[in-house]
């Protein structure tokens, strides 16, 4: 049964619906190559088979009386960051240990009235913090990647979605949602060699999202392909009256564009990206993406985005701006964990003390103090300001082309432990994907190939504010060439085995 955990989501949607197998099937298959591989890499915070179980046998029923919905039977994970009606929501931090919503998240509600099954809950960065997935309280994912230099180091699948990445790829889920602040889809797509896309600020509701920056925090999702990711976007997207920033757009088929070729698209390609010290297989596999879109008949513009090197300071201005804000509600009181002191204020303290891991104090440290009477004007109302210029780049620039072609990442994914000397360096990894959240933009990441060492590296397309399809029909083009047949070293050890 297990062959069921290697279909796609729109194989196995399309199997299910043509009967050749349950969704307690493809449900049980799942669980079983969870109970078999997630011990190791830690991709599920909290499993929940018991709940599978009864959604595919309900999932199963509907099918039999002709109800079936759009992901009807189909079973996926969900990030720990999304409020599951009651079930424990962690967003990866000890002060939300044991916390479960009385109320369903809008994504996992549309998601569950499509007929999906969730396996569980995905681990990540702690409240969604980082590009590691280190910083989670519940233990570090591990990549179901290895390098092939024999050194046999346990590598990151990137974060804050690690989990839900690194559960794609493993074959632990056929899909999975995530939330994208500043890169926490993308980068971790590229480094687990999946596809994720980011869609546009407003797109996705994120009422029942646990907070992070809230003119930044985006949900979206991961599929071992485009197709696959565009889907579950399809069912998570639309518009929701409880959250005020969820637009009333219609939503459109975004698998569709696929089928589209790319010929006519203008595409460009941002000369600041090309930054110092990049490694030559990042440039290598950029050109690639540009002679393959140009073969199918793209343009290829050259674009300038004059203010990307002010990306990285104004987003780490501006998110923990907002984090130091959102998490004043975890206060022992409300949610959580609770730790009593001899009044009020030092329970806050002892709460805050023990309930927050190093780079959420960090964040929430940085964030009061550009927030501060005397500091505002100097770091977040400018930082605001630069942040309109680097939308304005955008805009300008989509006056020459269509889309914008960049690399997701500036290495690939890198051991458990490496930089994490110093804060800067795990922020740099995030230089090619912040400003597109400082934008609002939609941007996807597409698995592109391989480098020396065996582990895989992603392409990004960014498109305008509302034209997911068009980053879709570049991103399937990229697609089809790169043709990425390439799985976890995990998988194939267990194959040989
Ligand atoms: N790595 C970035 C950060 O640490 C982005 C995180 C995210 O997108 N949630 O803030």
């Known amino acids: 049964m297990s062959d069921l955990t290697n279909l796609s989501l729109a194989e196995a949607a399309k199997g299910l619906e043509k009967k050749e197998f349950s969704s307690l099937e493809i449900t049980k298959a799942h669980i079983e190559q969870i109970e078999k591989l997630d011990d190791g890499l830690n991709c599920y915070i909290t499993r929940t088979p018991e709940i599978a179980l009864k959604q595919a046998a309900e999932s199963d029923k509907r099918r039999a009386s002709g109800k079936a919905g759009y992901l009807e039977g189909c079973p996926i994970g969900i990030k720990d960051l999304f409020c599951t009606d009651g079930v424990q929501t962690t967003a990866a931090s000890k002060i939300l240990e044991g916390f479960k919503p009385q109320y369903e998240s809008t994504v996992t509600a549309k998601l569950f009235a499509d007929g999906a099954v969730m396996l569980g809950k995905l681990n990540l960065d702690e409240f969604a913090m980082g590009s590691s997935n280190t910083t989670s309280a519940y233990g570090n994912v591990i ?187 975890y206060d022992g009181v409300r949610y959580g964990l609770r730790v009593d002191g001899k009044d009020l204020n030092e329970t806050y303290e002892k709460t805050r003390a023990a309930g927050f891991g190093d780079e959420v104090k960090r964040r929430i440290m940085v964030g009061s103090y550009v927030l501060s009477a005397g500091y505002y004007d100097a770091y977040y109302i400018k930082a605001q300001k630069v942040r309109r210029l680097i939308l304005n780049d955008f805009l300008e620039a989509y006056k020459q082309c269509d889309v914008i072609l960049a690399p997701s990442t500036p290495s690939a994914a890198f051991a458990i432990g490496e930089n994490e000397d110093d804060p800067i360096k795990m922020y740099l990894n995030d230089v090619f994907t912040v400003t597109v959240n400082l934008a609002g933009l939609p941007g996807l990441s597409v698995p592109a190939g391989i480098n020396e060492q065996g582990l895989p590296l992603g392409l990004q397309l960014i498109g305008r504010p509302w034209d997911e399809e068009t980053i879709i029909r570049a991103g399937g083009a990229i697609e089809r060439a790169a043709n990425f047949t390439a799985i976890p070293s995990l998988l194939k050890a267990k194959k040989a085995a």
């Not at 690194?166 to 899909?175: D, E, G, I, M, W």
């Not at 518009?239 to 460009?268: E, I, Y």
């Not at 002010?310 to 701006?321: F, K, S, T």
Request: aromatic fraction near 8%; hydrophobic fraction near 35%; proline fraction near 7%.
């Open 143 to 329: 990549s179901p990647w290895k390098r092939n230099d024999g050194s046999n180091a346990d590598l990151t699948p990137g974060g804050s979605s690690g989990g839900s990445a690194a559960a794609v790829s493993a074959r632990l889920c056929l899909a999975a949602t995530g939330t994208d602040t500043g890169g926490s889809i993308r980068q971790p797509a590229a480094f687990c060699g999946i596809a994720g896309i980011k869609p546009t600020y407003g797109r996705v509701s994120r009422w029942g999202v646990v907070a992070f920056a809230s003119s930044l925090d985006q949900a979206g999702s991961f599929g071992r392909n485009l197709e696959d990711a565009a889907m579950l976007l399809k069912s998570m997207s639309g518009f929701d009256p409880k959250d005020s920033t969820c637009a009333d757009k219609p939503v459109p088929d975004f698998a569709a564009a696929l089928k589209q070729s790319p010929k006519g698209l203008k595409v460009g390609i941002p000369k600041e990206y090309r930054v110092e010290g990049m490694p030559k297989e990042i440039e290598d596999i950029w050109q690639k993406g540009i002679d393959w879109l140009k073969a199918e008949g793209a343009e290829i513009v050259d674009v300038s985005l004059p203010h990307t090197k002010y990306g990285l300071p104004v987003y780490y201005i501006i998110a923990p701006a907002e984090c130091s804000s959102n998490l004043a509600r």
